[in-house]
């Protein structure tokens, strides 16, 4: 090889270099070829396998996902809802006891009776006339031209277009009619001196029963050690209503039975049998009358049953509307009402309210179950004799059948949940209501699953003042499917398009396939031709090559040379325009590119520099858009706690207005009684507005630095919050030491930290269900620390979320409900601009602590 010379070393390299590594190269790609065509098949196979799969599931689990979410957030929706009526409830008769215990304090007379029973009216809701469809055989409007046509368009702007929604308020005909059925006074022995009554004007001996509302009441006997302000509340009281047609009354039903159709002798459903007769009902309120200290009578209202119906009969809890003036029980969707012992006393098919017998003056007989129908007959005792010594909910299962032969034979229908052997919901309800609460669950009851909620009435006077259930409790039913309608239409429509994907898919596949096959078997063909040529046209060129290549190579390493010691500005000369030529240019110009790609890099430093500055301004910027959301957050808050704070100066002050009132109508009015009433008013407005004064001062921003008391500061945010706490029983235990403690800072942005970590202990609590829930605050010493400890009882917070609470925008609340930026602006306040220190100390099941620390200086 030593005597061989450059030229022909070249050529042998360059047969070595290109003509071997060719051959071999095109044989690799032969083999390649053949090898990527298998594995595209295949792969193209397996992914449209696996694409299908992942389609199919990410589906069905979006689709599941949607209706669990969507059936959760309309429980929790008729859950509040059943608990607002509940509680709306508890309010009106805590009413009827204010009316009663004013009344009890007056000079009773015939005018004053007759004054007050006309001063208590109510609206109710009614509905038009129906009559029955022999077509359709369906209930109808008498005059449905009547209904009052509302415009349904809307001049939208398009910024407002996207999902643009509105319901306009239902027209509903309403009456004013007396509160009282029924306001009688009597002395101790029972007989009545005055009376007004829509029952019976004839003044009676009440100690008789025989003398009381359908023989059912026996008041008298229980009334008598009744102390001075104490109060006497009967049940339900009226006469039983009863039909032998379960849901719509029609006439096929009617003729099945071989009944005669008669629908206004059958009781009142709402659209099922809009003319049946009404059930009429009471509830008693009685209290002692003391004169010089010596009881010498009673005072008694009958509140007419009506305006309590009235809280369920017009609600349909899954209608665009709330509230309506008729309600079609046939769909499920309805709300009702139960005693605290479980008795039905309130619902859309009067027949099911259970009432009482007008002769004997007991309870009618109650829907009862096939086996203990059978039990009831063997006993050969009256009906609520048998009732009284049988155990109650005795192994209430769906297994178990109605006894259809009272109904067929009687028409008994009136619902006892104790006895109700066959509708497992009713244990249900007592057990969610076990402890004065509510809630829900999901049965499946007449061939639907039905949500069904059950919130206690918070009435506690009189018989009602040592049961936990109060006066009884709200339920509300609706059908689940109607809550994922949507959903399971949009699950069809995904699963149609998901078909056709598929199908496209296959034929593109399939296709494809094909077309990657020829084009295969056409790139072996052409690479064969290409390598055979490409051989020839190198040995032909290598000779010139040789020579050519070898004059070049010497420019070459000159060039690479100075550019190697950093000689940029060093070009070669280009003497021609082949590819050594090019190579030449390309080196010209990669010396060039490089040269300009620093000044790039120096104009890039200098506009970073900029960017950096601009993001820092852009950041401080958000940090104030933070800090402003959580003002609005606690803003929020302080609304809902002015809210609680007022709702007992407002009632107490719509009390003195409306005695004002009664004394002007009755002539008690004098200048002593209107400076007593103005008195009382102008200190409750005084409150009310130190409320609003203390709520301001809390907004304040400090300033400057002040030294502030520790303790004060903690007790103004929990007097603020107290009374909302209350209202959901959360208990607030404060631990403070019995030596004050100062710090240096900002009161009032210490006072919103505290106030967002004790509102999201509140949150969890409420969320969570938490019984006995508190929330523990501590102050103390702790060597050369200041610390103050918030504890509560919420379950703590869950692994993977600990190191995430004091992010900005995290939130495990519902969409809607939190803003994520709580506790990162507490950490921001309590260690950026009061110099201290804020963490988790722990958390587990038992619930979590926050510490707060400051240096004690």
Same mark, same amino acid.
């Given at each position: ?82 608990? #607002? ?24 007379? #015939? ?17 038009? =006339? ?16 009547? /209904? ?22 239902? =027209? ?55 102390? #001075? ?22 006439? @096929? ?13 059958? *009781? ?10 009404? &059930? ?17 009578? &009673?005072?008694?209202?009958? $509140? ?19 509230? #309506?003036?008729?309600?079609?029980? %046939? ?33 009618a007989m109650p829907w009862i179950s096939e086996d203990l129908a059978s039990k009831y007959k063997a006993s050969g005792l009256e009906i609520n004799e048998f009732l ?9 299962? $769906? ?43 999901? @049965? ?11 919130? +206690? ?20 039913? *609706? ?5 994922? *309608?949507?959903?399971?239409? +949009? ?21 494809? %396939? ?67 030529? !090019?190579?030449? !240019? ?36 958000? =940090? ?29 002050? *719509? ?52 030294? &502030? ?10 007097? $603020? ?93 519902? /969409? ?42």
């Amino acid at each position: 090889m030593k005597n061989l010379s450059i030229k022909i070393k070249l050529i042998l390299i360059f047969v070595f270099i290109k003509i071997i590594p060719l051959l071999l190269i095109s044989y690799l790609a032969y083999k390649g070829v053949k090898q990527i065509d298998k594995y595209i098949k295949n792969s193209t196979d397996y992914l449209f396998m696996q694409s299908e799969n992942i389609i199919n599931q990410t589906a069905k689990l979006s689709i599941n996902d949607s209706i669990k979410h969507l059936d959760k957030k309309s429980q929790h929706s008729l859950e509040r809802l059943s608990y #607002q009526i509940a509680n709306d409830v508890a309010q009106f008769l805590y009413q009827r006891d204010e009316d009663l215990l004013f009344l009890s304090n007056m000079n009773i007379n #015939q005018k004053l009776l007759d004054n007050f029973y006309k001063s208590k009216n109510r609206n109710i809701i009614l509905h038009d =006339e129906y009559i029955y469809d022999d077509n359709t055989h369906e209930w109808i409007l008498k005059n449905p031209n009547n /209904e009052r046509k509302i415009p349904k368009s809307r001049n939208i702007l398009k910024e407002n277009k996207k999902e643009f929604s509105f319901t306009d308020p239902a =027209e509903l005909v309403k009456k004013s009619i007396p509160l009282y059925k029924e306001i009688t006074y009597f002395n101790v022995k029972g007989k009545e001196l005055y009376k007004v009554s829509s029952l019976d004007k004839t003044l009676k001996d009440i100690s008789k029963k025989t003398n009381t509302y359908v023989k059912a009441e026996n008041y008298f006997n229980e009334i008598e050690n009744l102390k #001075q302000g104490e109060i006497y509340v009967s049940n339900v009281i009226g006469k039983y209503v009863g039909s032998k047609v379960i849901g719509n009354y029609d006439k @096929i039903k009617t003729a099945k039975s071989n009944l005669k159709f008669e629908p206004e002798n059958s *009781a009142y459903a709402g659209k099922e049998n809009p003319v049946g007769k009404k &059930f009429e009902g009471i509830i008693r309120f009685v209290t002692p009358v003391f004169k010089n200290k010596k009881k010498v009578g &009673f005072v008694s209202l009958a $509140l007419d049953h009506q305006h309590i119906m009235q809280f369920t009969d017009t609600i349909n809890p899954t209608g665009k509307n709330l509230v #309506q003036d008729i309600i079609n029980a %046939g769909t499920g969707n309805y709300a009702f009402m139960w005693d605290n012992k479980g008795r039905n006393i309130s619902h859309i098919r009067d027949y099911f309210i259970l009432g009482y017998d007008k002769n004997s003056g007991k309870r009618a007989m109650p829907w009862i179950s096939e086996d203990l129908a059978s039990k009831y007959k063997a006993s050969g005792l009256e009906i609520n004799e048998f009732l009284n010594k049988y155990q109650s909910f005795d192994n209430q299962s $769906l297994d178990k059948k109605p006894n259809l032969e009272q109904v067929i034979k009687d028409g008994n229908l009136g619902l006892d949940c104790r006895y109700l052997n066959f509708a497992p919901q009713c244990h249900g309800w007592m057990e969610v209501t076990k402890n004065g609460g509510f809630g829900s669950f999901i @049965i499946y009851w007449s061939n639907v699953w039905k949500l069904t909620t059950a919130a +206690t009435i918070p009435y506690y006077t009189g018989q009602y003042a040592n049961s936990k259930r109060g006066f009884g409790f709200v339920t509300i039913g *609706a059908n689940v499917d109607e809550f994922h *309608a949507a959903a399971n239409e +949009t699950k069809k429509s995904v699963t149609n398009i998901l078909n056709k994907q598929k199908e496209n898919m296959k034929e593109v596949v399939i296709e494809n %396939g094909f077309e990657i096959h020829k084009f295969i078997l056409m790139l072996i063909n052409e690479l064969s031709i290409v390598t055979i040529i490409m051989v020839v046209i190198v040995v032909l060129i290598a000779l010139w090559l040789s020579s050519y290549i070898s004059k070049k190579i010497e420019k070459l390493l000159i060039g690479t040379n100075k550019f190697a010691k950093n000689e940029l500005d060093y070009r070669i000369d280009v003497t021609s325009n082949d590819e050594i030529g !090019k190579l030449e !240019k390309s080196f010209n110009n990669m010396a060039s590119k490089i040269q300009e790609q620093i000044q790039k890099e120096k104009s890039l430093i200098e506009s970073l520099e900029k960017k950096v500055i601009n993001e820092v301004t852009k950041q401080r910027k958000q =940090e104030q858009l933070l800090v402003q959301q959580s003002k609005n957050a606690a803003m929020g808050e302080m609304i809902s706690n002015i809210a609680h704070q007022w709702r007992q100066p407002l009632n107490a002050l *719509a009390l003195v207005i409306q005695n004002i009132k009664f004394s002007f109508y009755t002539g008690d009015l004098n200048k002593e009684n209107m400076e007593k009433s103005v008195t009382k008013a102008t200190m409750l407005t005084n409150n009310m507005s130190k409320t609003i004064d203390d709520f301001r001062d809390f907004f304040k921003p400090n300033k400057v630095k002040l030294e &502030f008391s520790l303790e004060k500061s903690i007790q103004k945010v929990i007097t $603020l919050v107290e009374a909302s706490f209350s209202s959901s029983d959360i208990n607030i235990i404060k631990d403070f030491p019995d030596y004050r403690i100062n710090i240096f800072g900002y009161e009032n942005e210490l006072s919103q930290a505290l106030l967002n970590i004790i509102n999201n202990a509140r949150d969890e609590l409420i969320e969570n269900k938490i019984k006995d829930s508190f929330i523990e605050v501590k102050l103390f010493k702790d060597k050369s620390l200041i610390v103050i400890e918030i504890t509560d009882n919420a379950n703590g917070i869950k692994k993977e979320n600990v190191d995430k609470i004091f992010d900005p925008y995290f939130t495990t609340k519902e /969409e809607g409900k939190g803003t994520g930026i709580g506790l990162y602006m507490t950490k921001t306040i309590i260690e950026q601009n009061m110099g201290g220190r804020l963490y988790l100390k722990a958390s587990s099941k038992e619930g979590s602590t926050f510490r707060i620390e400051f240096k004690n200086t």
